[in-house]
């Protein structure tokens, strides 16, 4: 070579000298074929474009400070390579121009709109925004959506949460220490003084990718926890961001090259975003390098150099020489490297078994007693406000949920309860004593906890009569309501206790649930390899206790709403609901009345000695008949003293005057207190936001259900709501020493004990029918998951096996030296079709929504980068718990299994008959093994460890000198620990748990079917994908190997 080649560095100094351009600039000047010349800042902010070093390629891109015109002029004037376009990097600066060129290039963006202001605060016609939803131009928006400057250089984003999730802000923003985010629960409305983005937020698990492209041909991808979970940076013990590179699907290799190819920029570095089965570009940053990855330093050098000798010297071979000319190894770093850690093993292991897949079924955590207020409305303003709501429909019931829904009915039920209550009279005035003091229950209702949250608190209104009436034009006649039935559904709040409960509950599992790789679960998932989803019932208390739990399994800070948006999916389908077995379980509480009945008049017999657990009614005490009138006796005598403590708060407010009765909204509390309210206690106040009016209306409640004095009956439906109060009192009320609680407690607990259970099945086959109707699903779904994870590690042990093979199709990539990304065609897509099983993908059509992240060992120092675990966490209600543990308890009674034992051992059988009750945050857990010195189509290869937890199954009457001094103080019940379904070494495999479950389970294709765009042929479409993913994986080991990595 006569001269060498002159690159031209013209940045900011603070840029040229940053390690990562440090690290490629020597690798650069190493090949000997190059003269670095760098520019520096005085020339580039003083001296004219003429006086500039004349270079044949020009490294060249905007950061704070930098004149591109300038840069622009000089690139005009010599006319040097551009490694980066200069015209193009203008677009950067601003995301409409960004979105638009993007979509010019069909490259996905999440689905946005545009509001343009001239001034601030500027009035558009075509803009609204509503409580949980804003509407540009037609198209709505609904909470939670993304809020984005237009300038791409301000990054002051805005996440909006929906009411029912908690409402409030989170605002992201560029790092500042270890922050990345912040949670502002007060703020709902969005902003007005400048021109933004409002686009769909999308649900990625908590996970981010950065993809960094040198050229169209390669690019690196890192994956990191999002901002969006709890904010907090993770560093490795060196403060850098804790970040671990990832494989890209084919078409988000296209994605790559796109962006590349759209704003002309080689090297260009952009944000990704993967969810369901999809991918999305939300930001492009424009020059970028990969920070502390000195295999990314030798691609990066390698690939900038083939461009550059293509560029001016194309006599010259680009090959890479088969030793690279620097003698830079990229240092070892520690492998257990994160500052926030967890580690720990519930059991020991064989040394040849790995744990593939944990899968819970988790009840939720302590929660407010639910409840129910009807009453018949003729007011015109509660008519008015129905018509209001269901579009003037006269015949169509109205859902009121959301604040400003609520708030129009409080305003209207103040306006109705009477400021005196009239001495007791006639009968009619008795009813309107009645249905006055409804009425203020309902205002007391809504007034409770200064908040409306939607997913705690919902009213029907339901037209019962209508007459017909004049049109207010006079033209003919017209339909209106003049009586509705008014039911609001209240209660059932996840406690402050409940919220803890979850929390530890989850720091549990981190510790114990996964066997150790130095820092155990928190190691695996921050190194994405561990696929994590988290699924919600529809409830609210169950949606928060999955994000407390989700707080504590990963270790994160801060409020509950954005982890519980970022990271946990609703599917009430799968665990909502009871209607499948509503006959079944009605004929369960009759034939349960029958038996209570019947134990009075000739005794019971509770089965036999050795299998007891099989007779009618197991678990009723022999008395029970006879402790009736003491149940309703005891729940009298702590009606009547709530009643005295709701009187003297009445006529407080009485004596109250006017509008200081009625606090201001301190919307910011939407997810209520996490801790005990100390002041309350103090005053004598019922704990958390409950007053004594609304205590009250609990109690009496109970008391008039329990027991119809003119008929003379009992109803024993009733008997698990005043268990339920007495608990709740007992925990959280007792400093208000209400008399005959505790013996009231020890009677209904007697009861509850029998009929709980009983409510799902009054013996065994019973038992076995409604269970298999209302977990169906969730059995279901369950078997899916052990399913994939067993093919999964199949294609993985084949893939091993081999991996020679697997090395030699590598022959076509970009260069020998692992450059990982080239532009596959046709013909790569014809070599994944025909790699994919029938079977897998029938099998797997469920999991084709959910996102995944796959570690790419190239990168990553990792020891074992192979290893992966799959959790499953499904948070659901009482009743899917007892369905799905009657369900594995009985199975084997079923026709189709007639002659199989049982899935549990003898042991656990009795176990579970002594378990008087599945408590809050009781569990059941499935973890799979492989044993990978068995061969793979051996039954044994995988086994299941199936454990239980009857979750705070204690009495808040019991001390234990285990118990720290503050477990009462704090109302939280300890979670008791796992105990064994199936005795250890039993060997339950794989395929005899399908075998059992099957016939009560929904089989995979009636499922839905998968949502997978057209051309979407990548990542997610089952065992194809698998495959080309794990290939890459293996290939590259024997590669690293070979060269003695």
Known sequence: MERKIRIGVCVMEKKVFSAPMGQILERLDAFGEFEIVIFGDKVILEYPVESWPICDCLIAFYSTGYPLEKAEAYAALRKPFLVNELKQQHLLH???????????????????????????????????????????????????????????????I?????????????????????????????????????????????????????????????????????????????????????????????????????????FSQSVCGFDLLR?????????????????????????????????????????????????????????????EGLTRAGSGIIDTFGQSEELRCVIAVIRHGDRTPK????????????????????G?????????????????????????????????????????????????????????????????????????????????????????????????????????????????????FRNNMYPGEGTGLLRLHSTYRHDLKIYSSDEGRVQMSAAAFAKGLLDLEGQLTPILVSLVSKDSSMLDGLENASVEMNEAKARLNEIITSIAKAGHCNGSSEFPWMADGVGLPASAYELLPRLVELTKKVTEQVKLLAKDEDEKLMDANGDDVYPSYDQAKALGKTNIDVDRIAAGLPCGSEGFLLMFARWRKLERDLYNERKERF????????????????LHNAHLNLEGLDELFKVAQLLADGVIPNEYGINPKQKLKIGSKIARRLLGKILIDLRNTREEAINVAELKNNQDQDSKSNSSELDDKDCHLKHYGKNEDGRRSSTTSEKSIDQEDDDDKETKYRLDPKYANVKTPDRHVRTRLYFTSESHIHSLMNVLRYCNLDESLEGEESLLSNSALQRLYRTKELDYMSYIVMRMFENVEVDLDDPNRFRLEVTFSRGADRSPLEKSRSETPSLHQEHILPIMGPERLKEAGSGLTLEKMERMLRPFAMPPEDFPPPSIPHGFTGYFSRSASVLERLVNLWRSKHANGSNGR
């Open 94 to 156: 601003d995301r409409r121009k960004v979105y638009e060129r993007l979509e010019l290039f069909d490259v996905p963006v999440p689905t946005y709109a545009l509001v343009n202001r001239e001034v601030p605060n500027q009035k558009l016609d075509y803009f609204i925004e509503e409580e949980d939803f804003v509407e540009v131009h037609g198209n709505r928006f609904w909470k939670p959506f993304v809020e984005k400057p237009v300038d791409g250089d301000n990054h002051s």
């Open 158 to 262: 805005m996440i909006y949460y929906p009411s029912s999730a908690g409402g409030g802000m989170k605002q992201l923003f560029r790092k500042v220490g270890n922050r990345s985010s912040e949670f502002h629960p007060d703020v709902r409305r969005v902003r007005r003084e400048g021109s933004y983005i409002y686009e769909e937020f999308l649900p990625t698990g908590g996970t981010d990718v950065k993809v960094y492209t040198v050229g169209p041909e390669y690019a690196h991808a890192e994956a990191r926890k999002s901002p969006v979970v709890d904010g907090v940076v993770m560093r490795n013990p060196d403060g850098k961001e804790v970040r671990y590179p990832v494989l890209l699907t084919p078409t988000e290799k296209q994605i790559a090259r796109d962006v590349c190819m759209a």
């Open 275 to 335: 969810c369901e089965g999809r991918s999305y570009v939300c930001d492009v940053n424009g020059w970028s390098f990969v920070k502390n990855s000195h295999k990314y330093y030798d691609d990066a050098a390698c690939v900038l150099r083939k461009m550059f000798l293509e560029a001016k010297a194309p006599h010259l071979s680009s090959t890479i020489p088969p030793i690279l000319p620097w003698k830079i190894h990229e240092p070892v770093q520690p492998s």
């Open 371 to 390: 409840q129910k207020v009807k009453l018949k409305v003729t007011e015109e303003k509660l008519l008015n406000l129905m018509l209001k709501y269901n």
């Open 392 to 508: 003037g429909r006269p015949r169509c019931e109205t859902k009121l949920k959301s604040a400003v829904q609520l708030q129009d009915l409080l305003d209207a039920t103040r306006a109705l309860v009477p400021r005196n209550r009239p001495g007791r009279g006639s009968d009619s005035e008795a009813e309107d004593m009645e249905h006055a003091d409804k009425l203020r229950q309902v205002k007391a209702v809504l007034e409770e906890g200064g908040h409306f949250s939607g997913i705690y608190r919902k009213v029907q209104l339901k037209p019962l009569k209508w007459v017909k009436v004049a049109r207010i034009n006079g033209e003919g006649e017209e339909e209106r309501p003049v009586e509705a039935l008014m039911v609001l559904k209240y209660g059932g709040v996840l406690t402050h206790a409940g919220r803890k409960q979850a929390e530890e509950l989850g720091r549990y």
């Open 715 to 730: 109803d024993i439906t009733q008997i698990p709501d005043v268990y339920d109060s007495c608990k709740y009192d007992l």
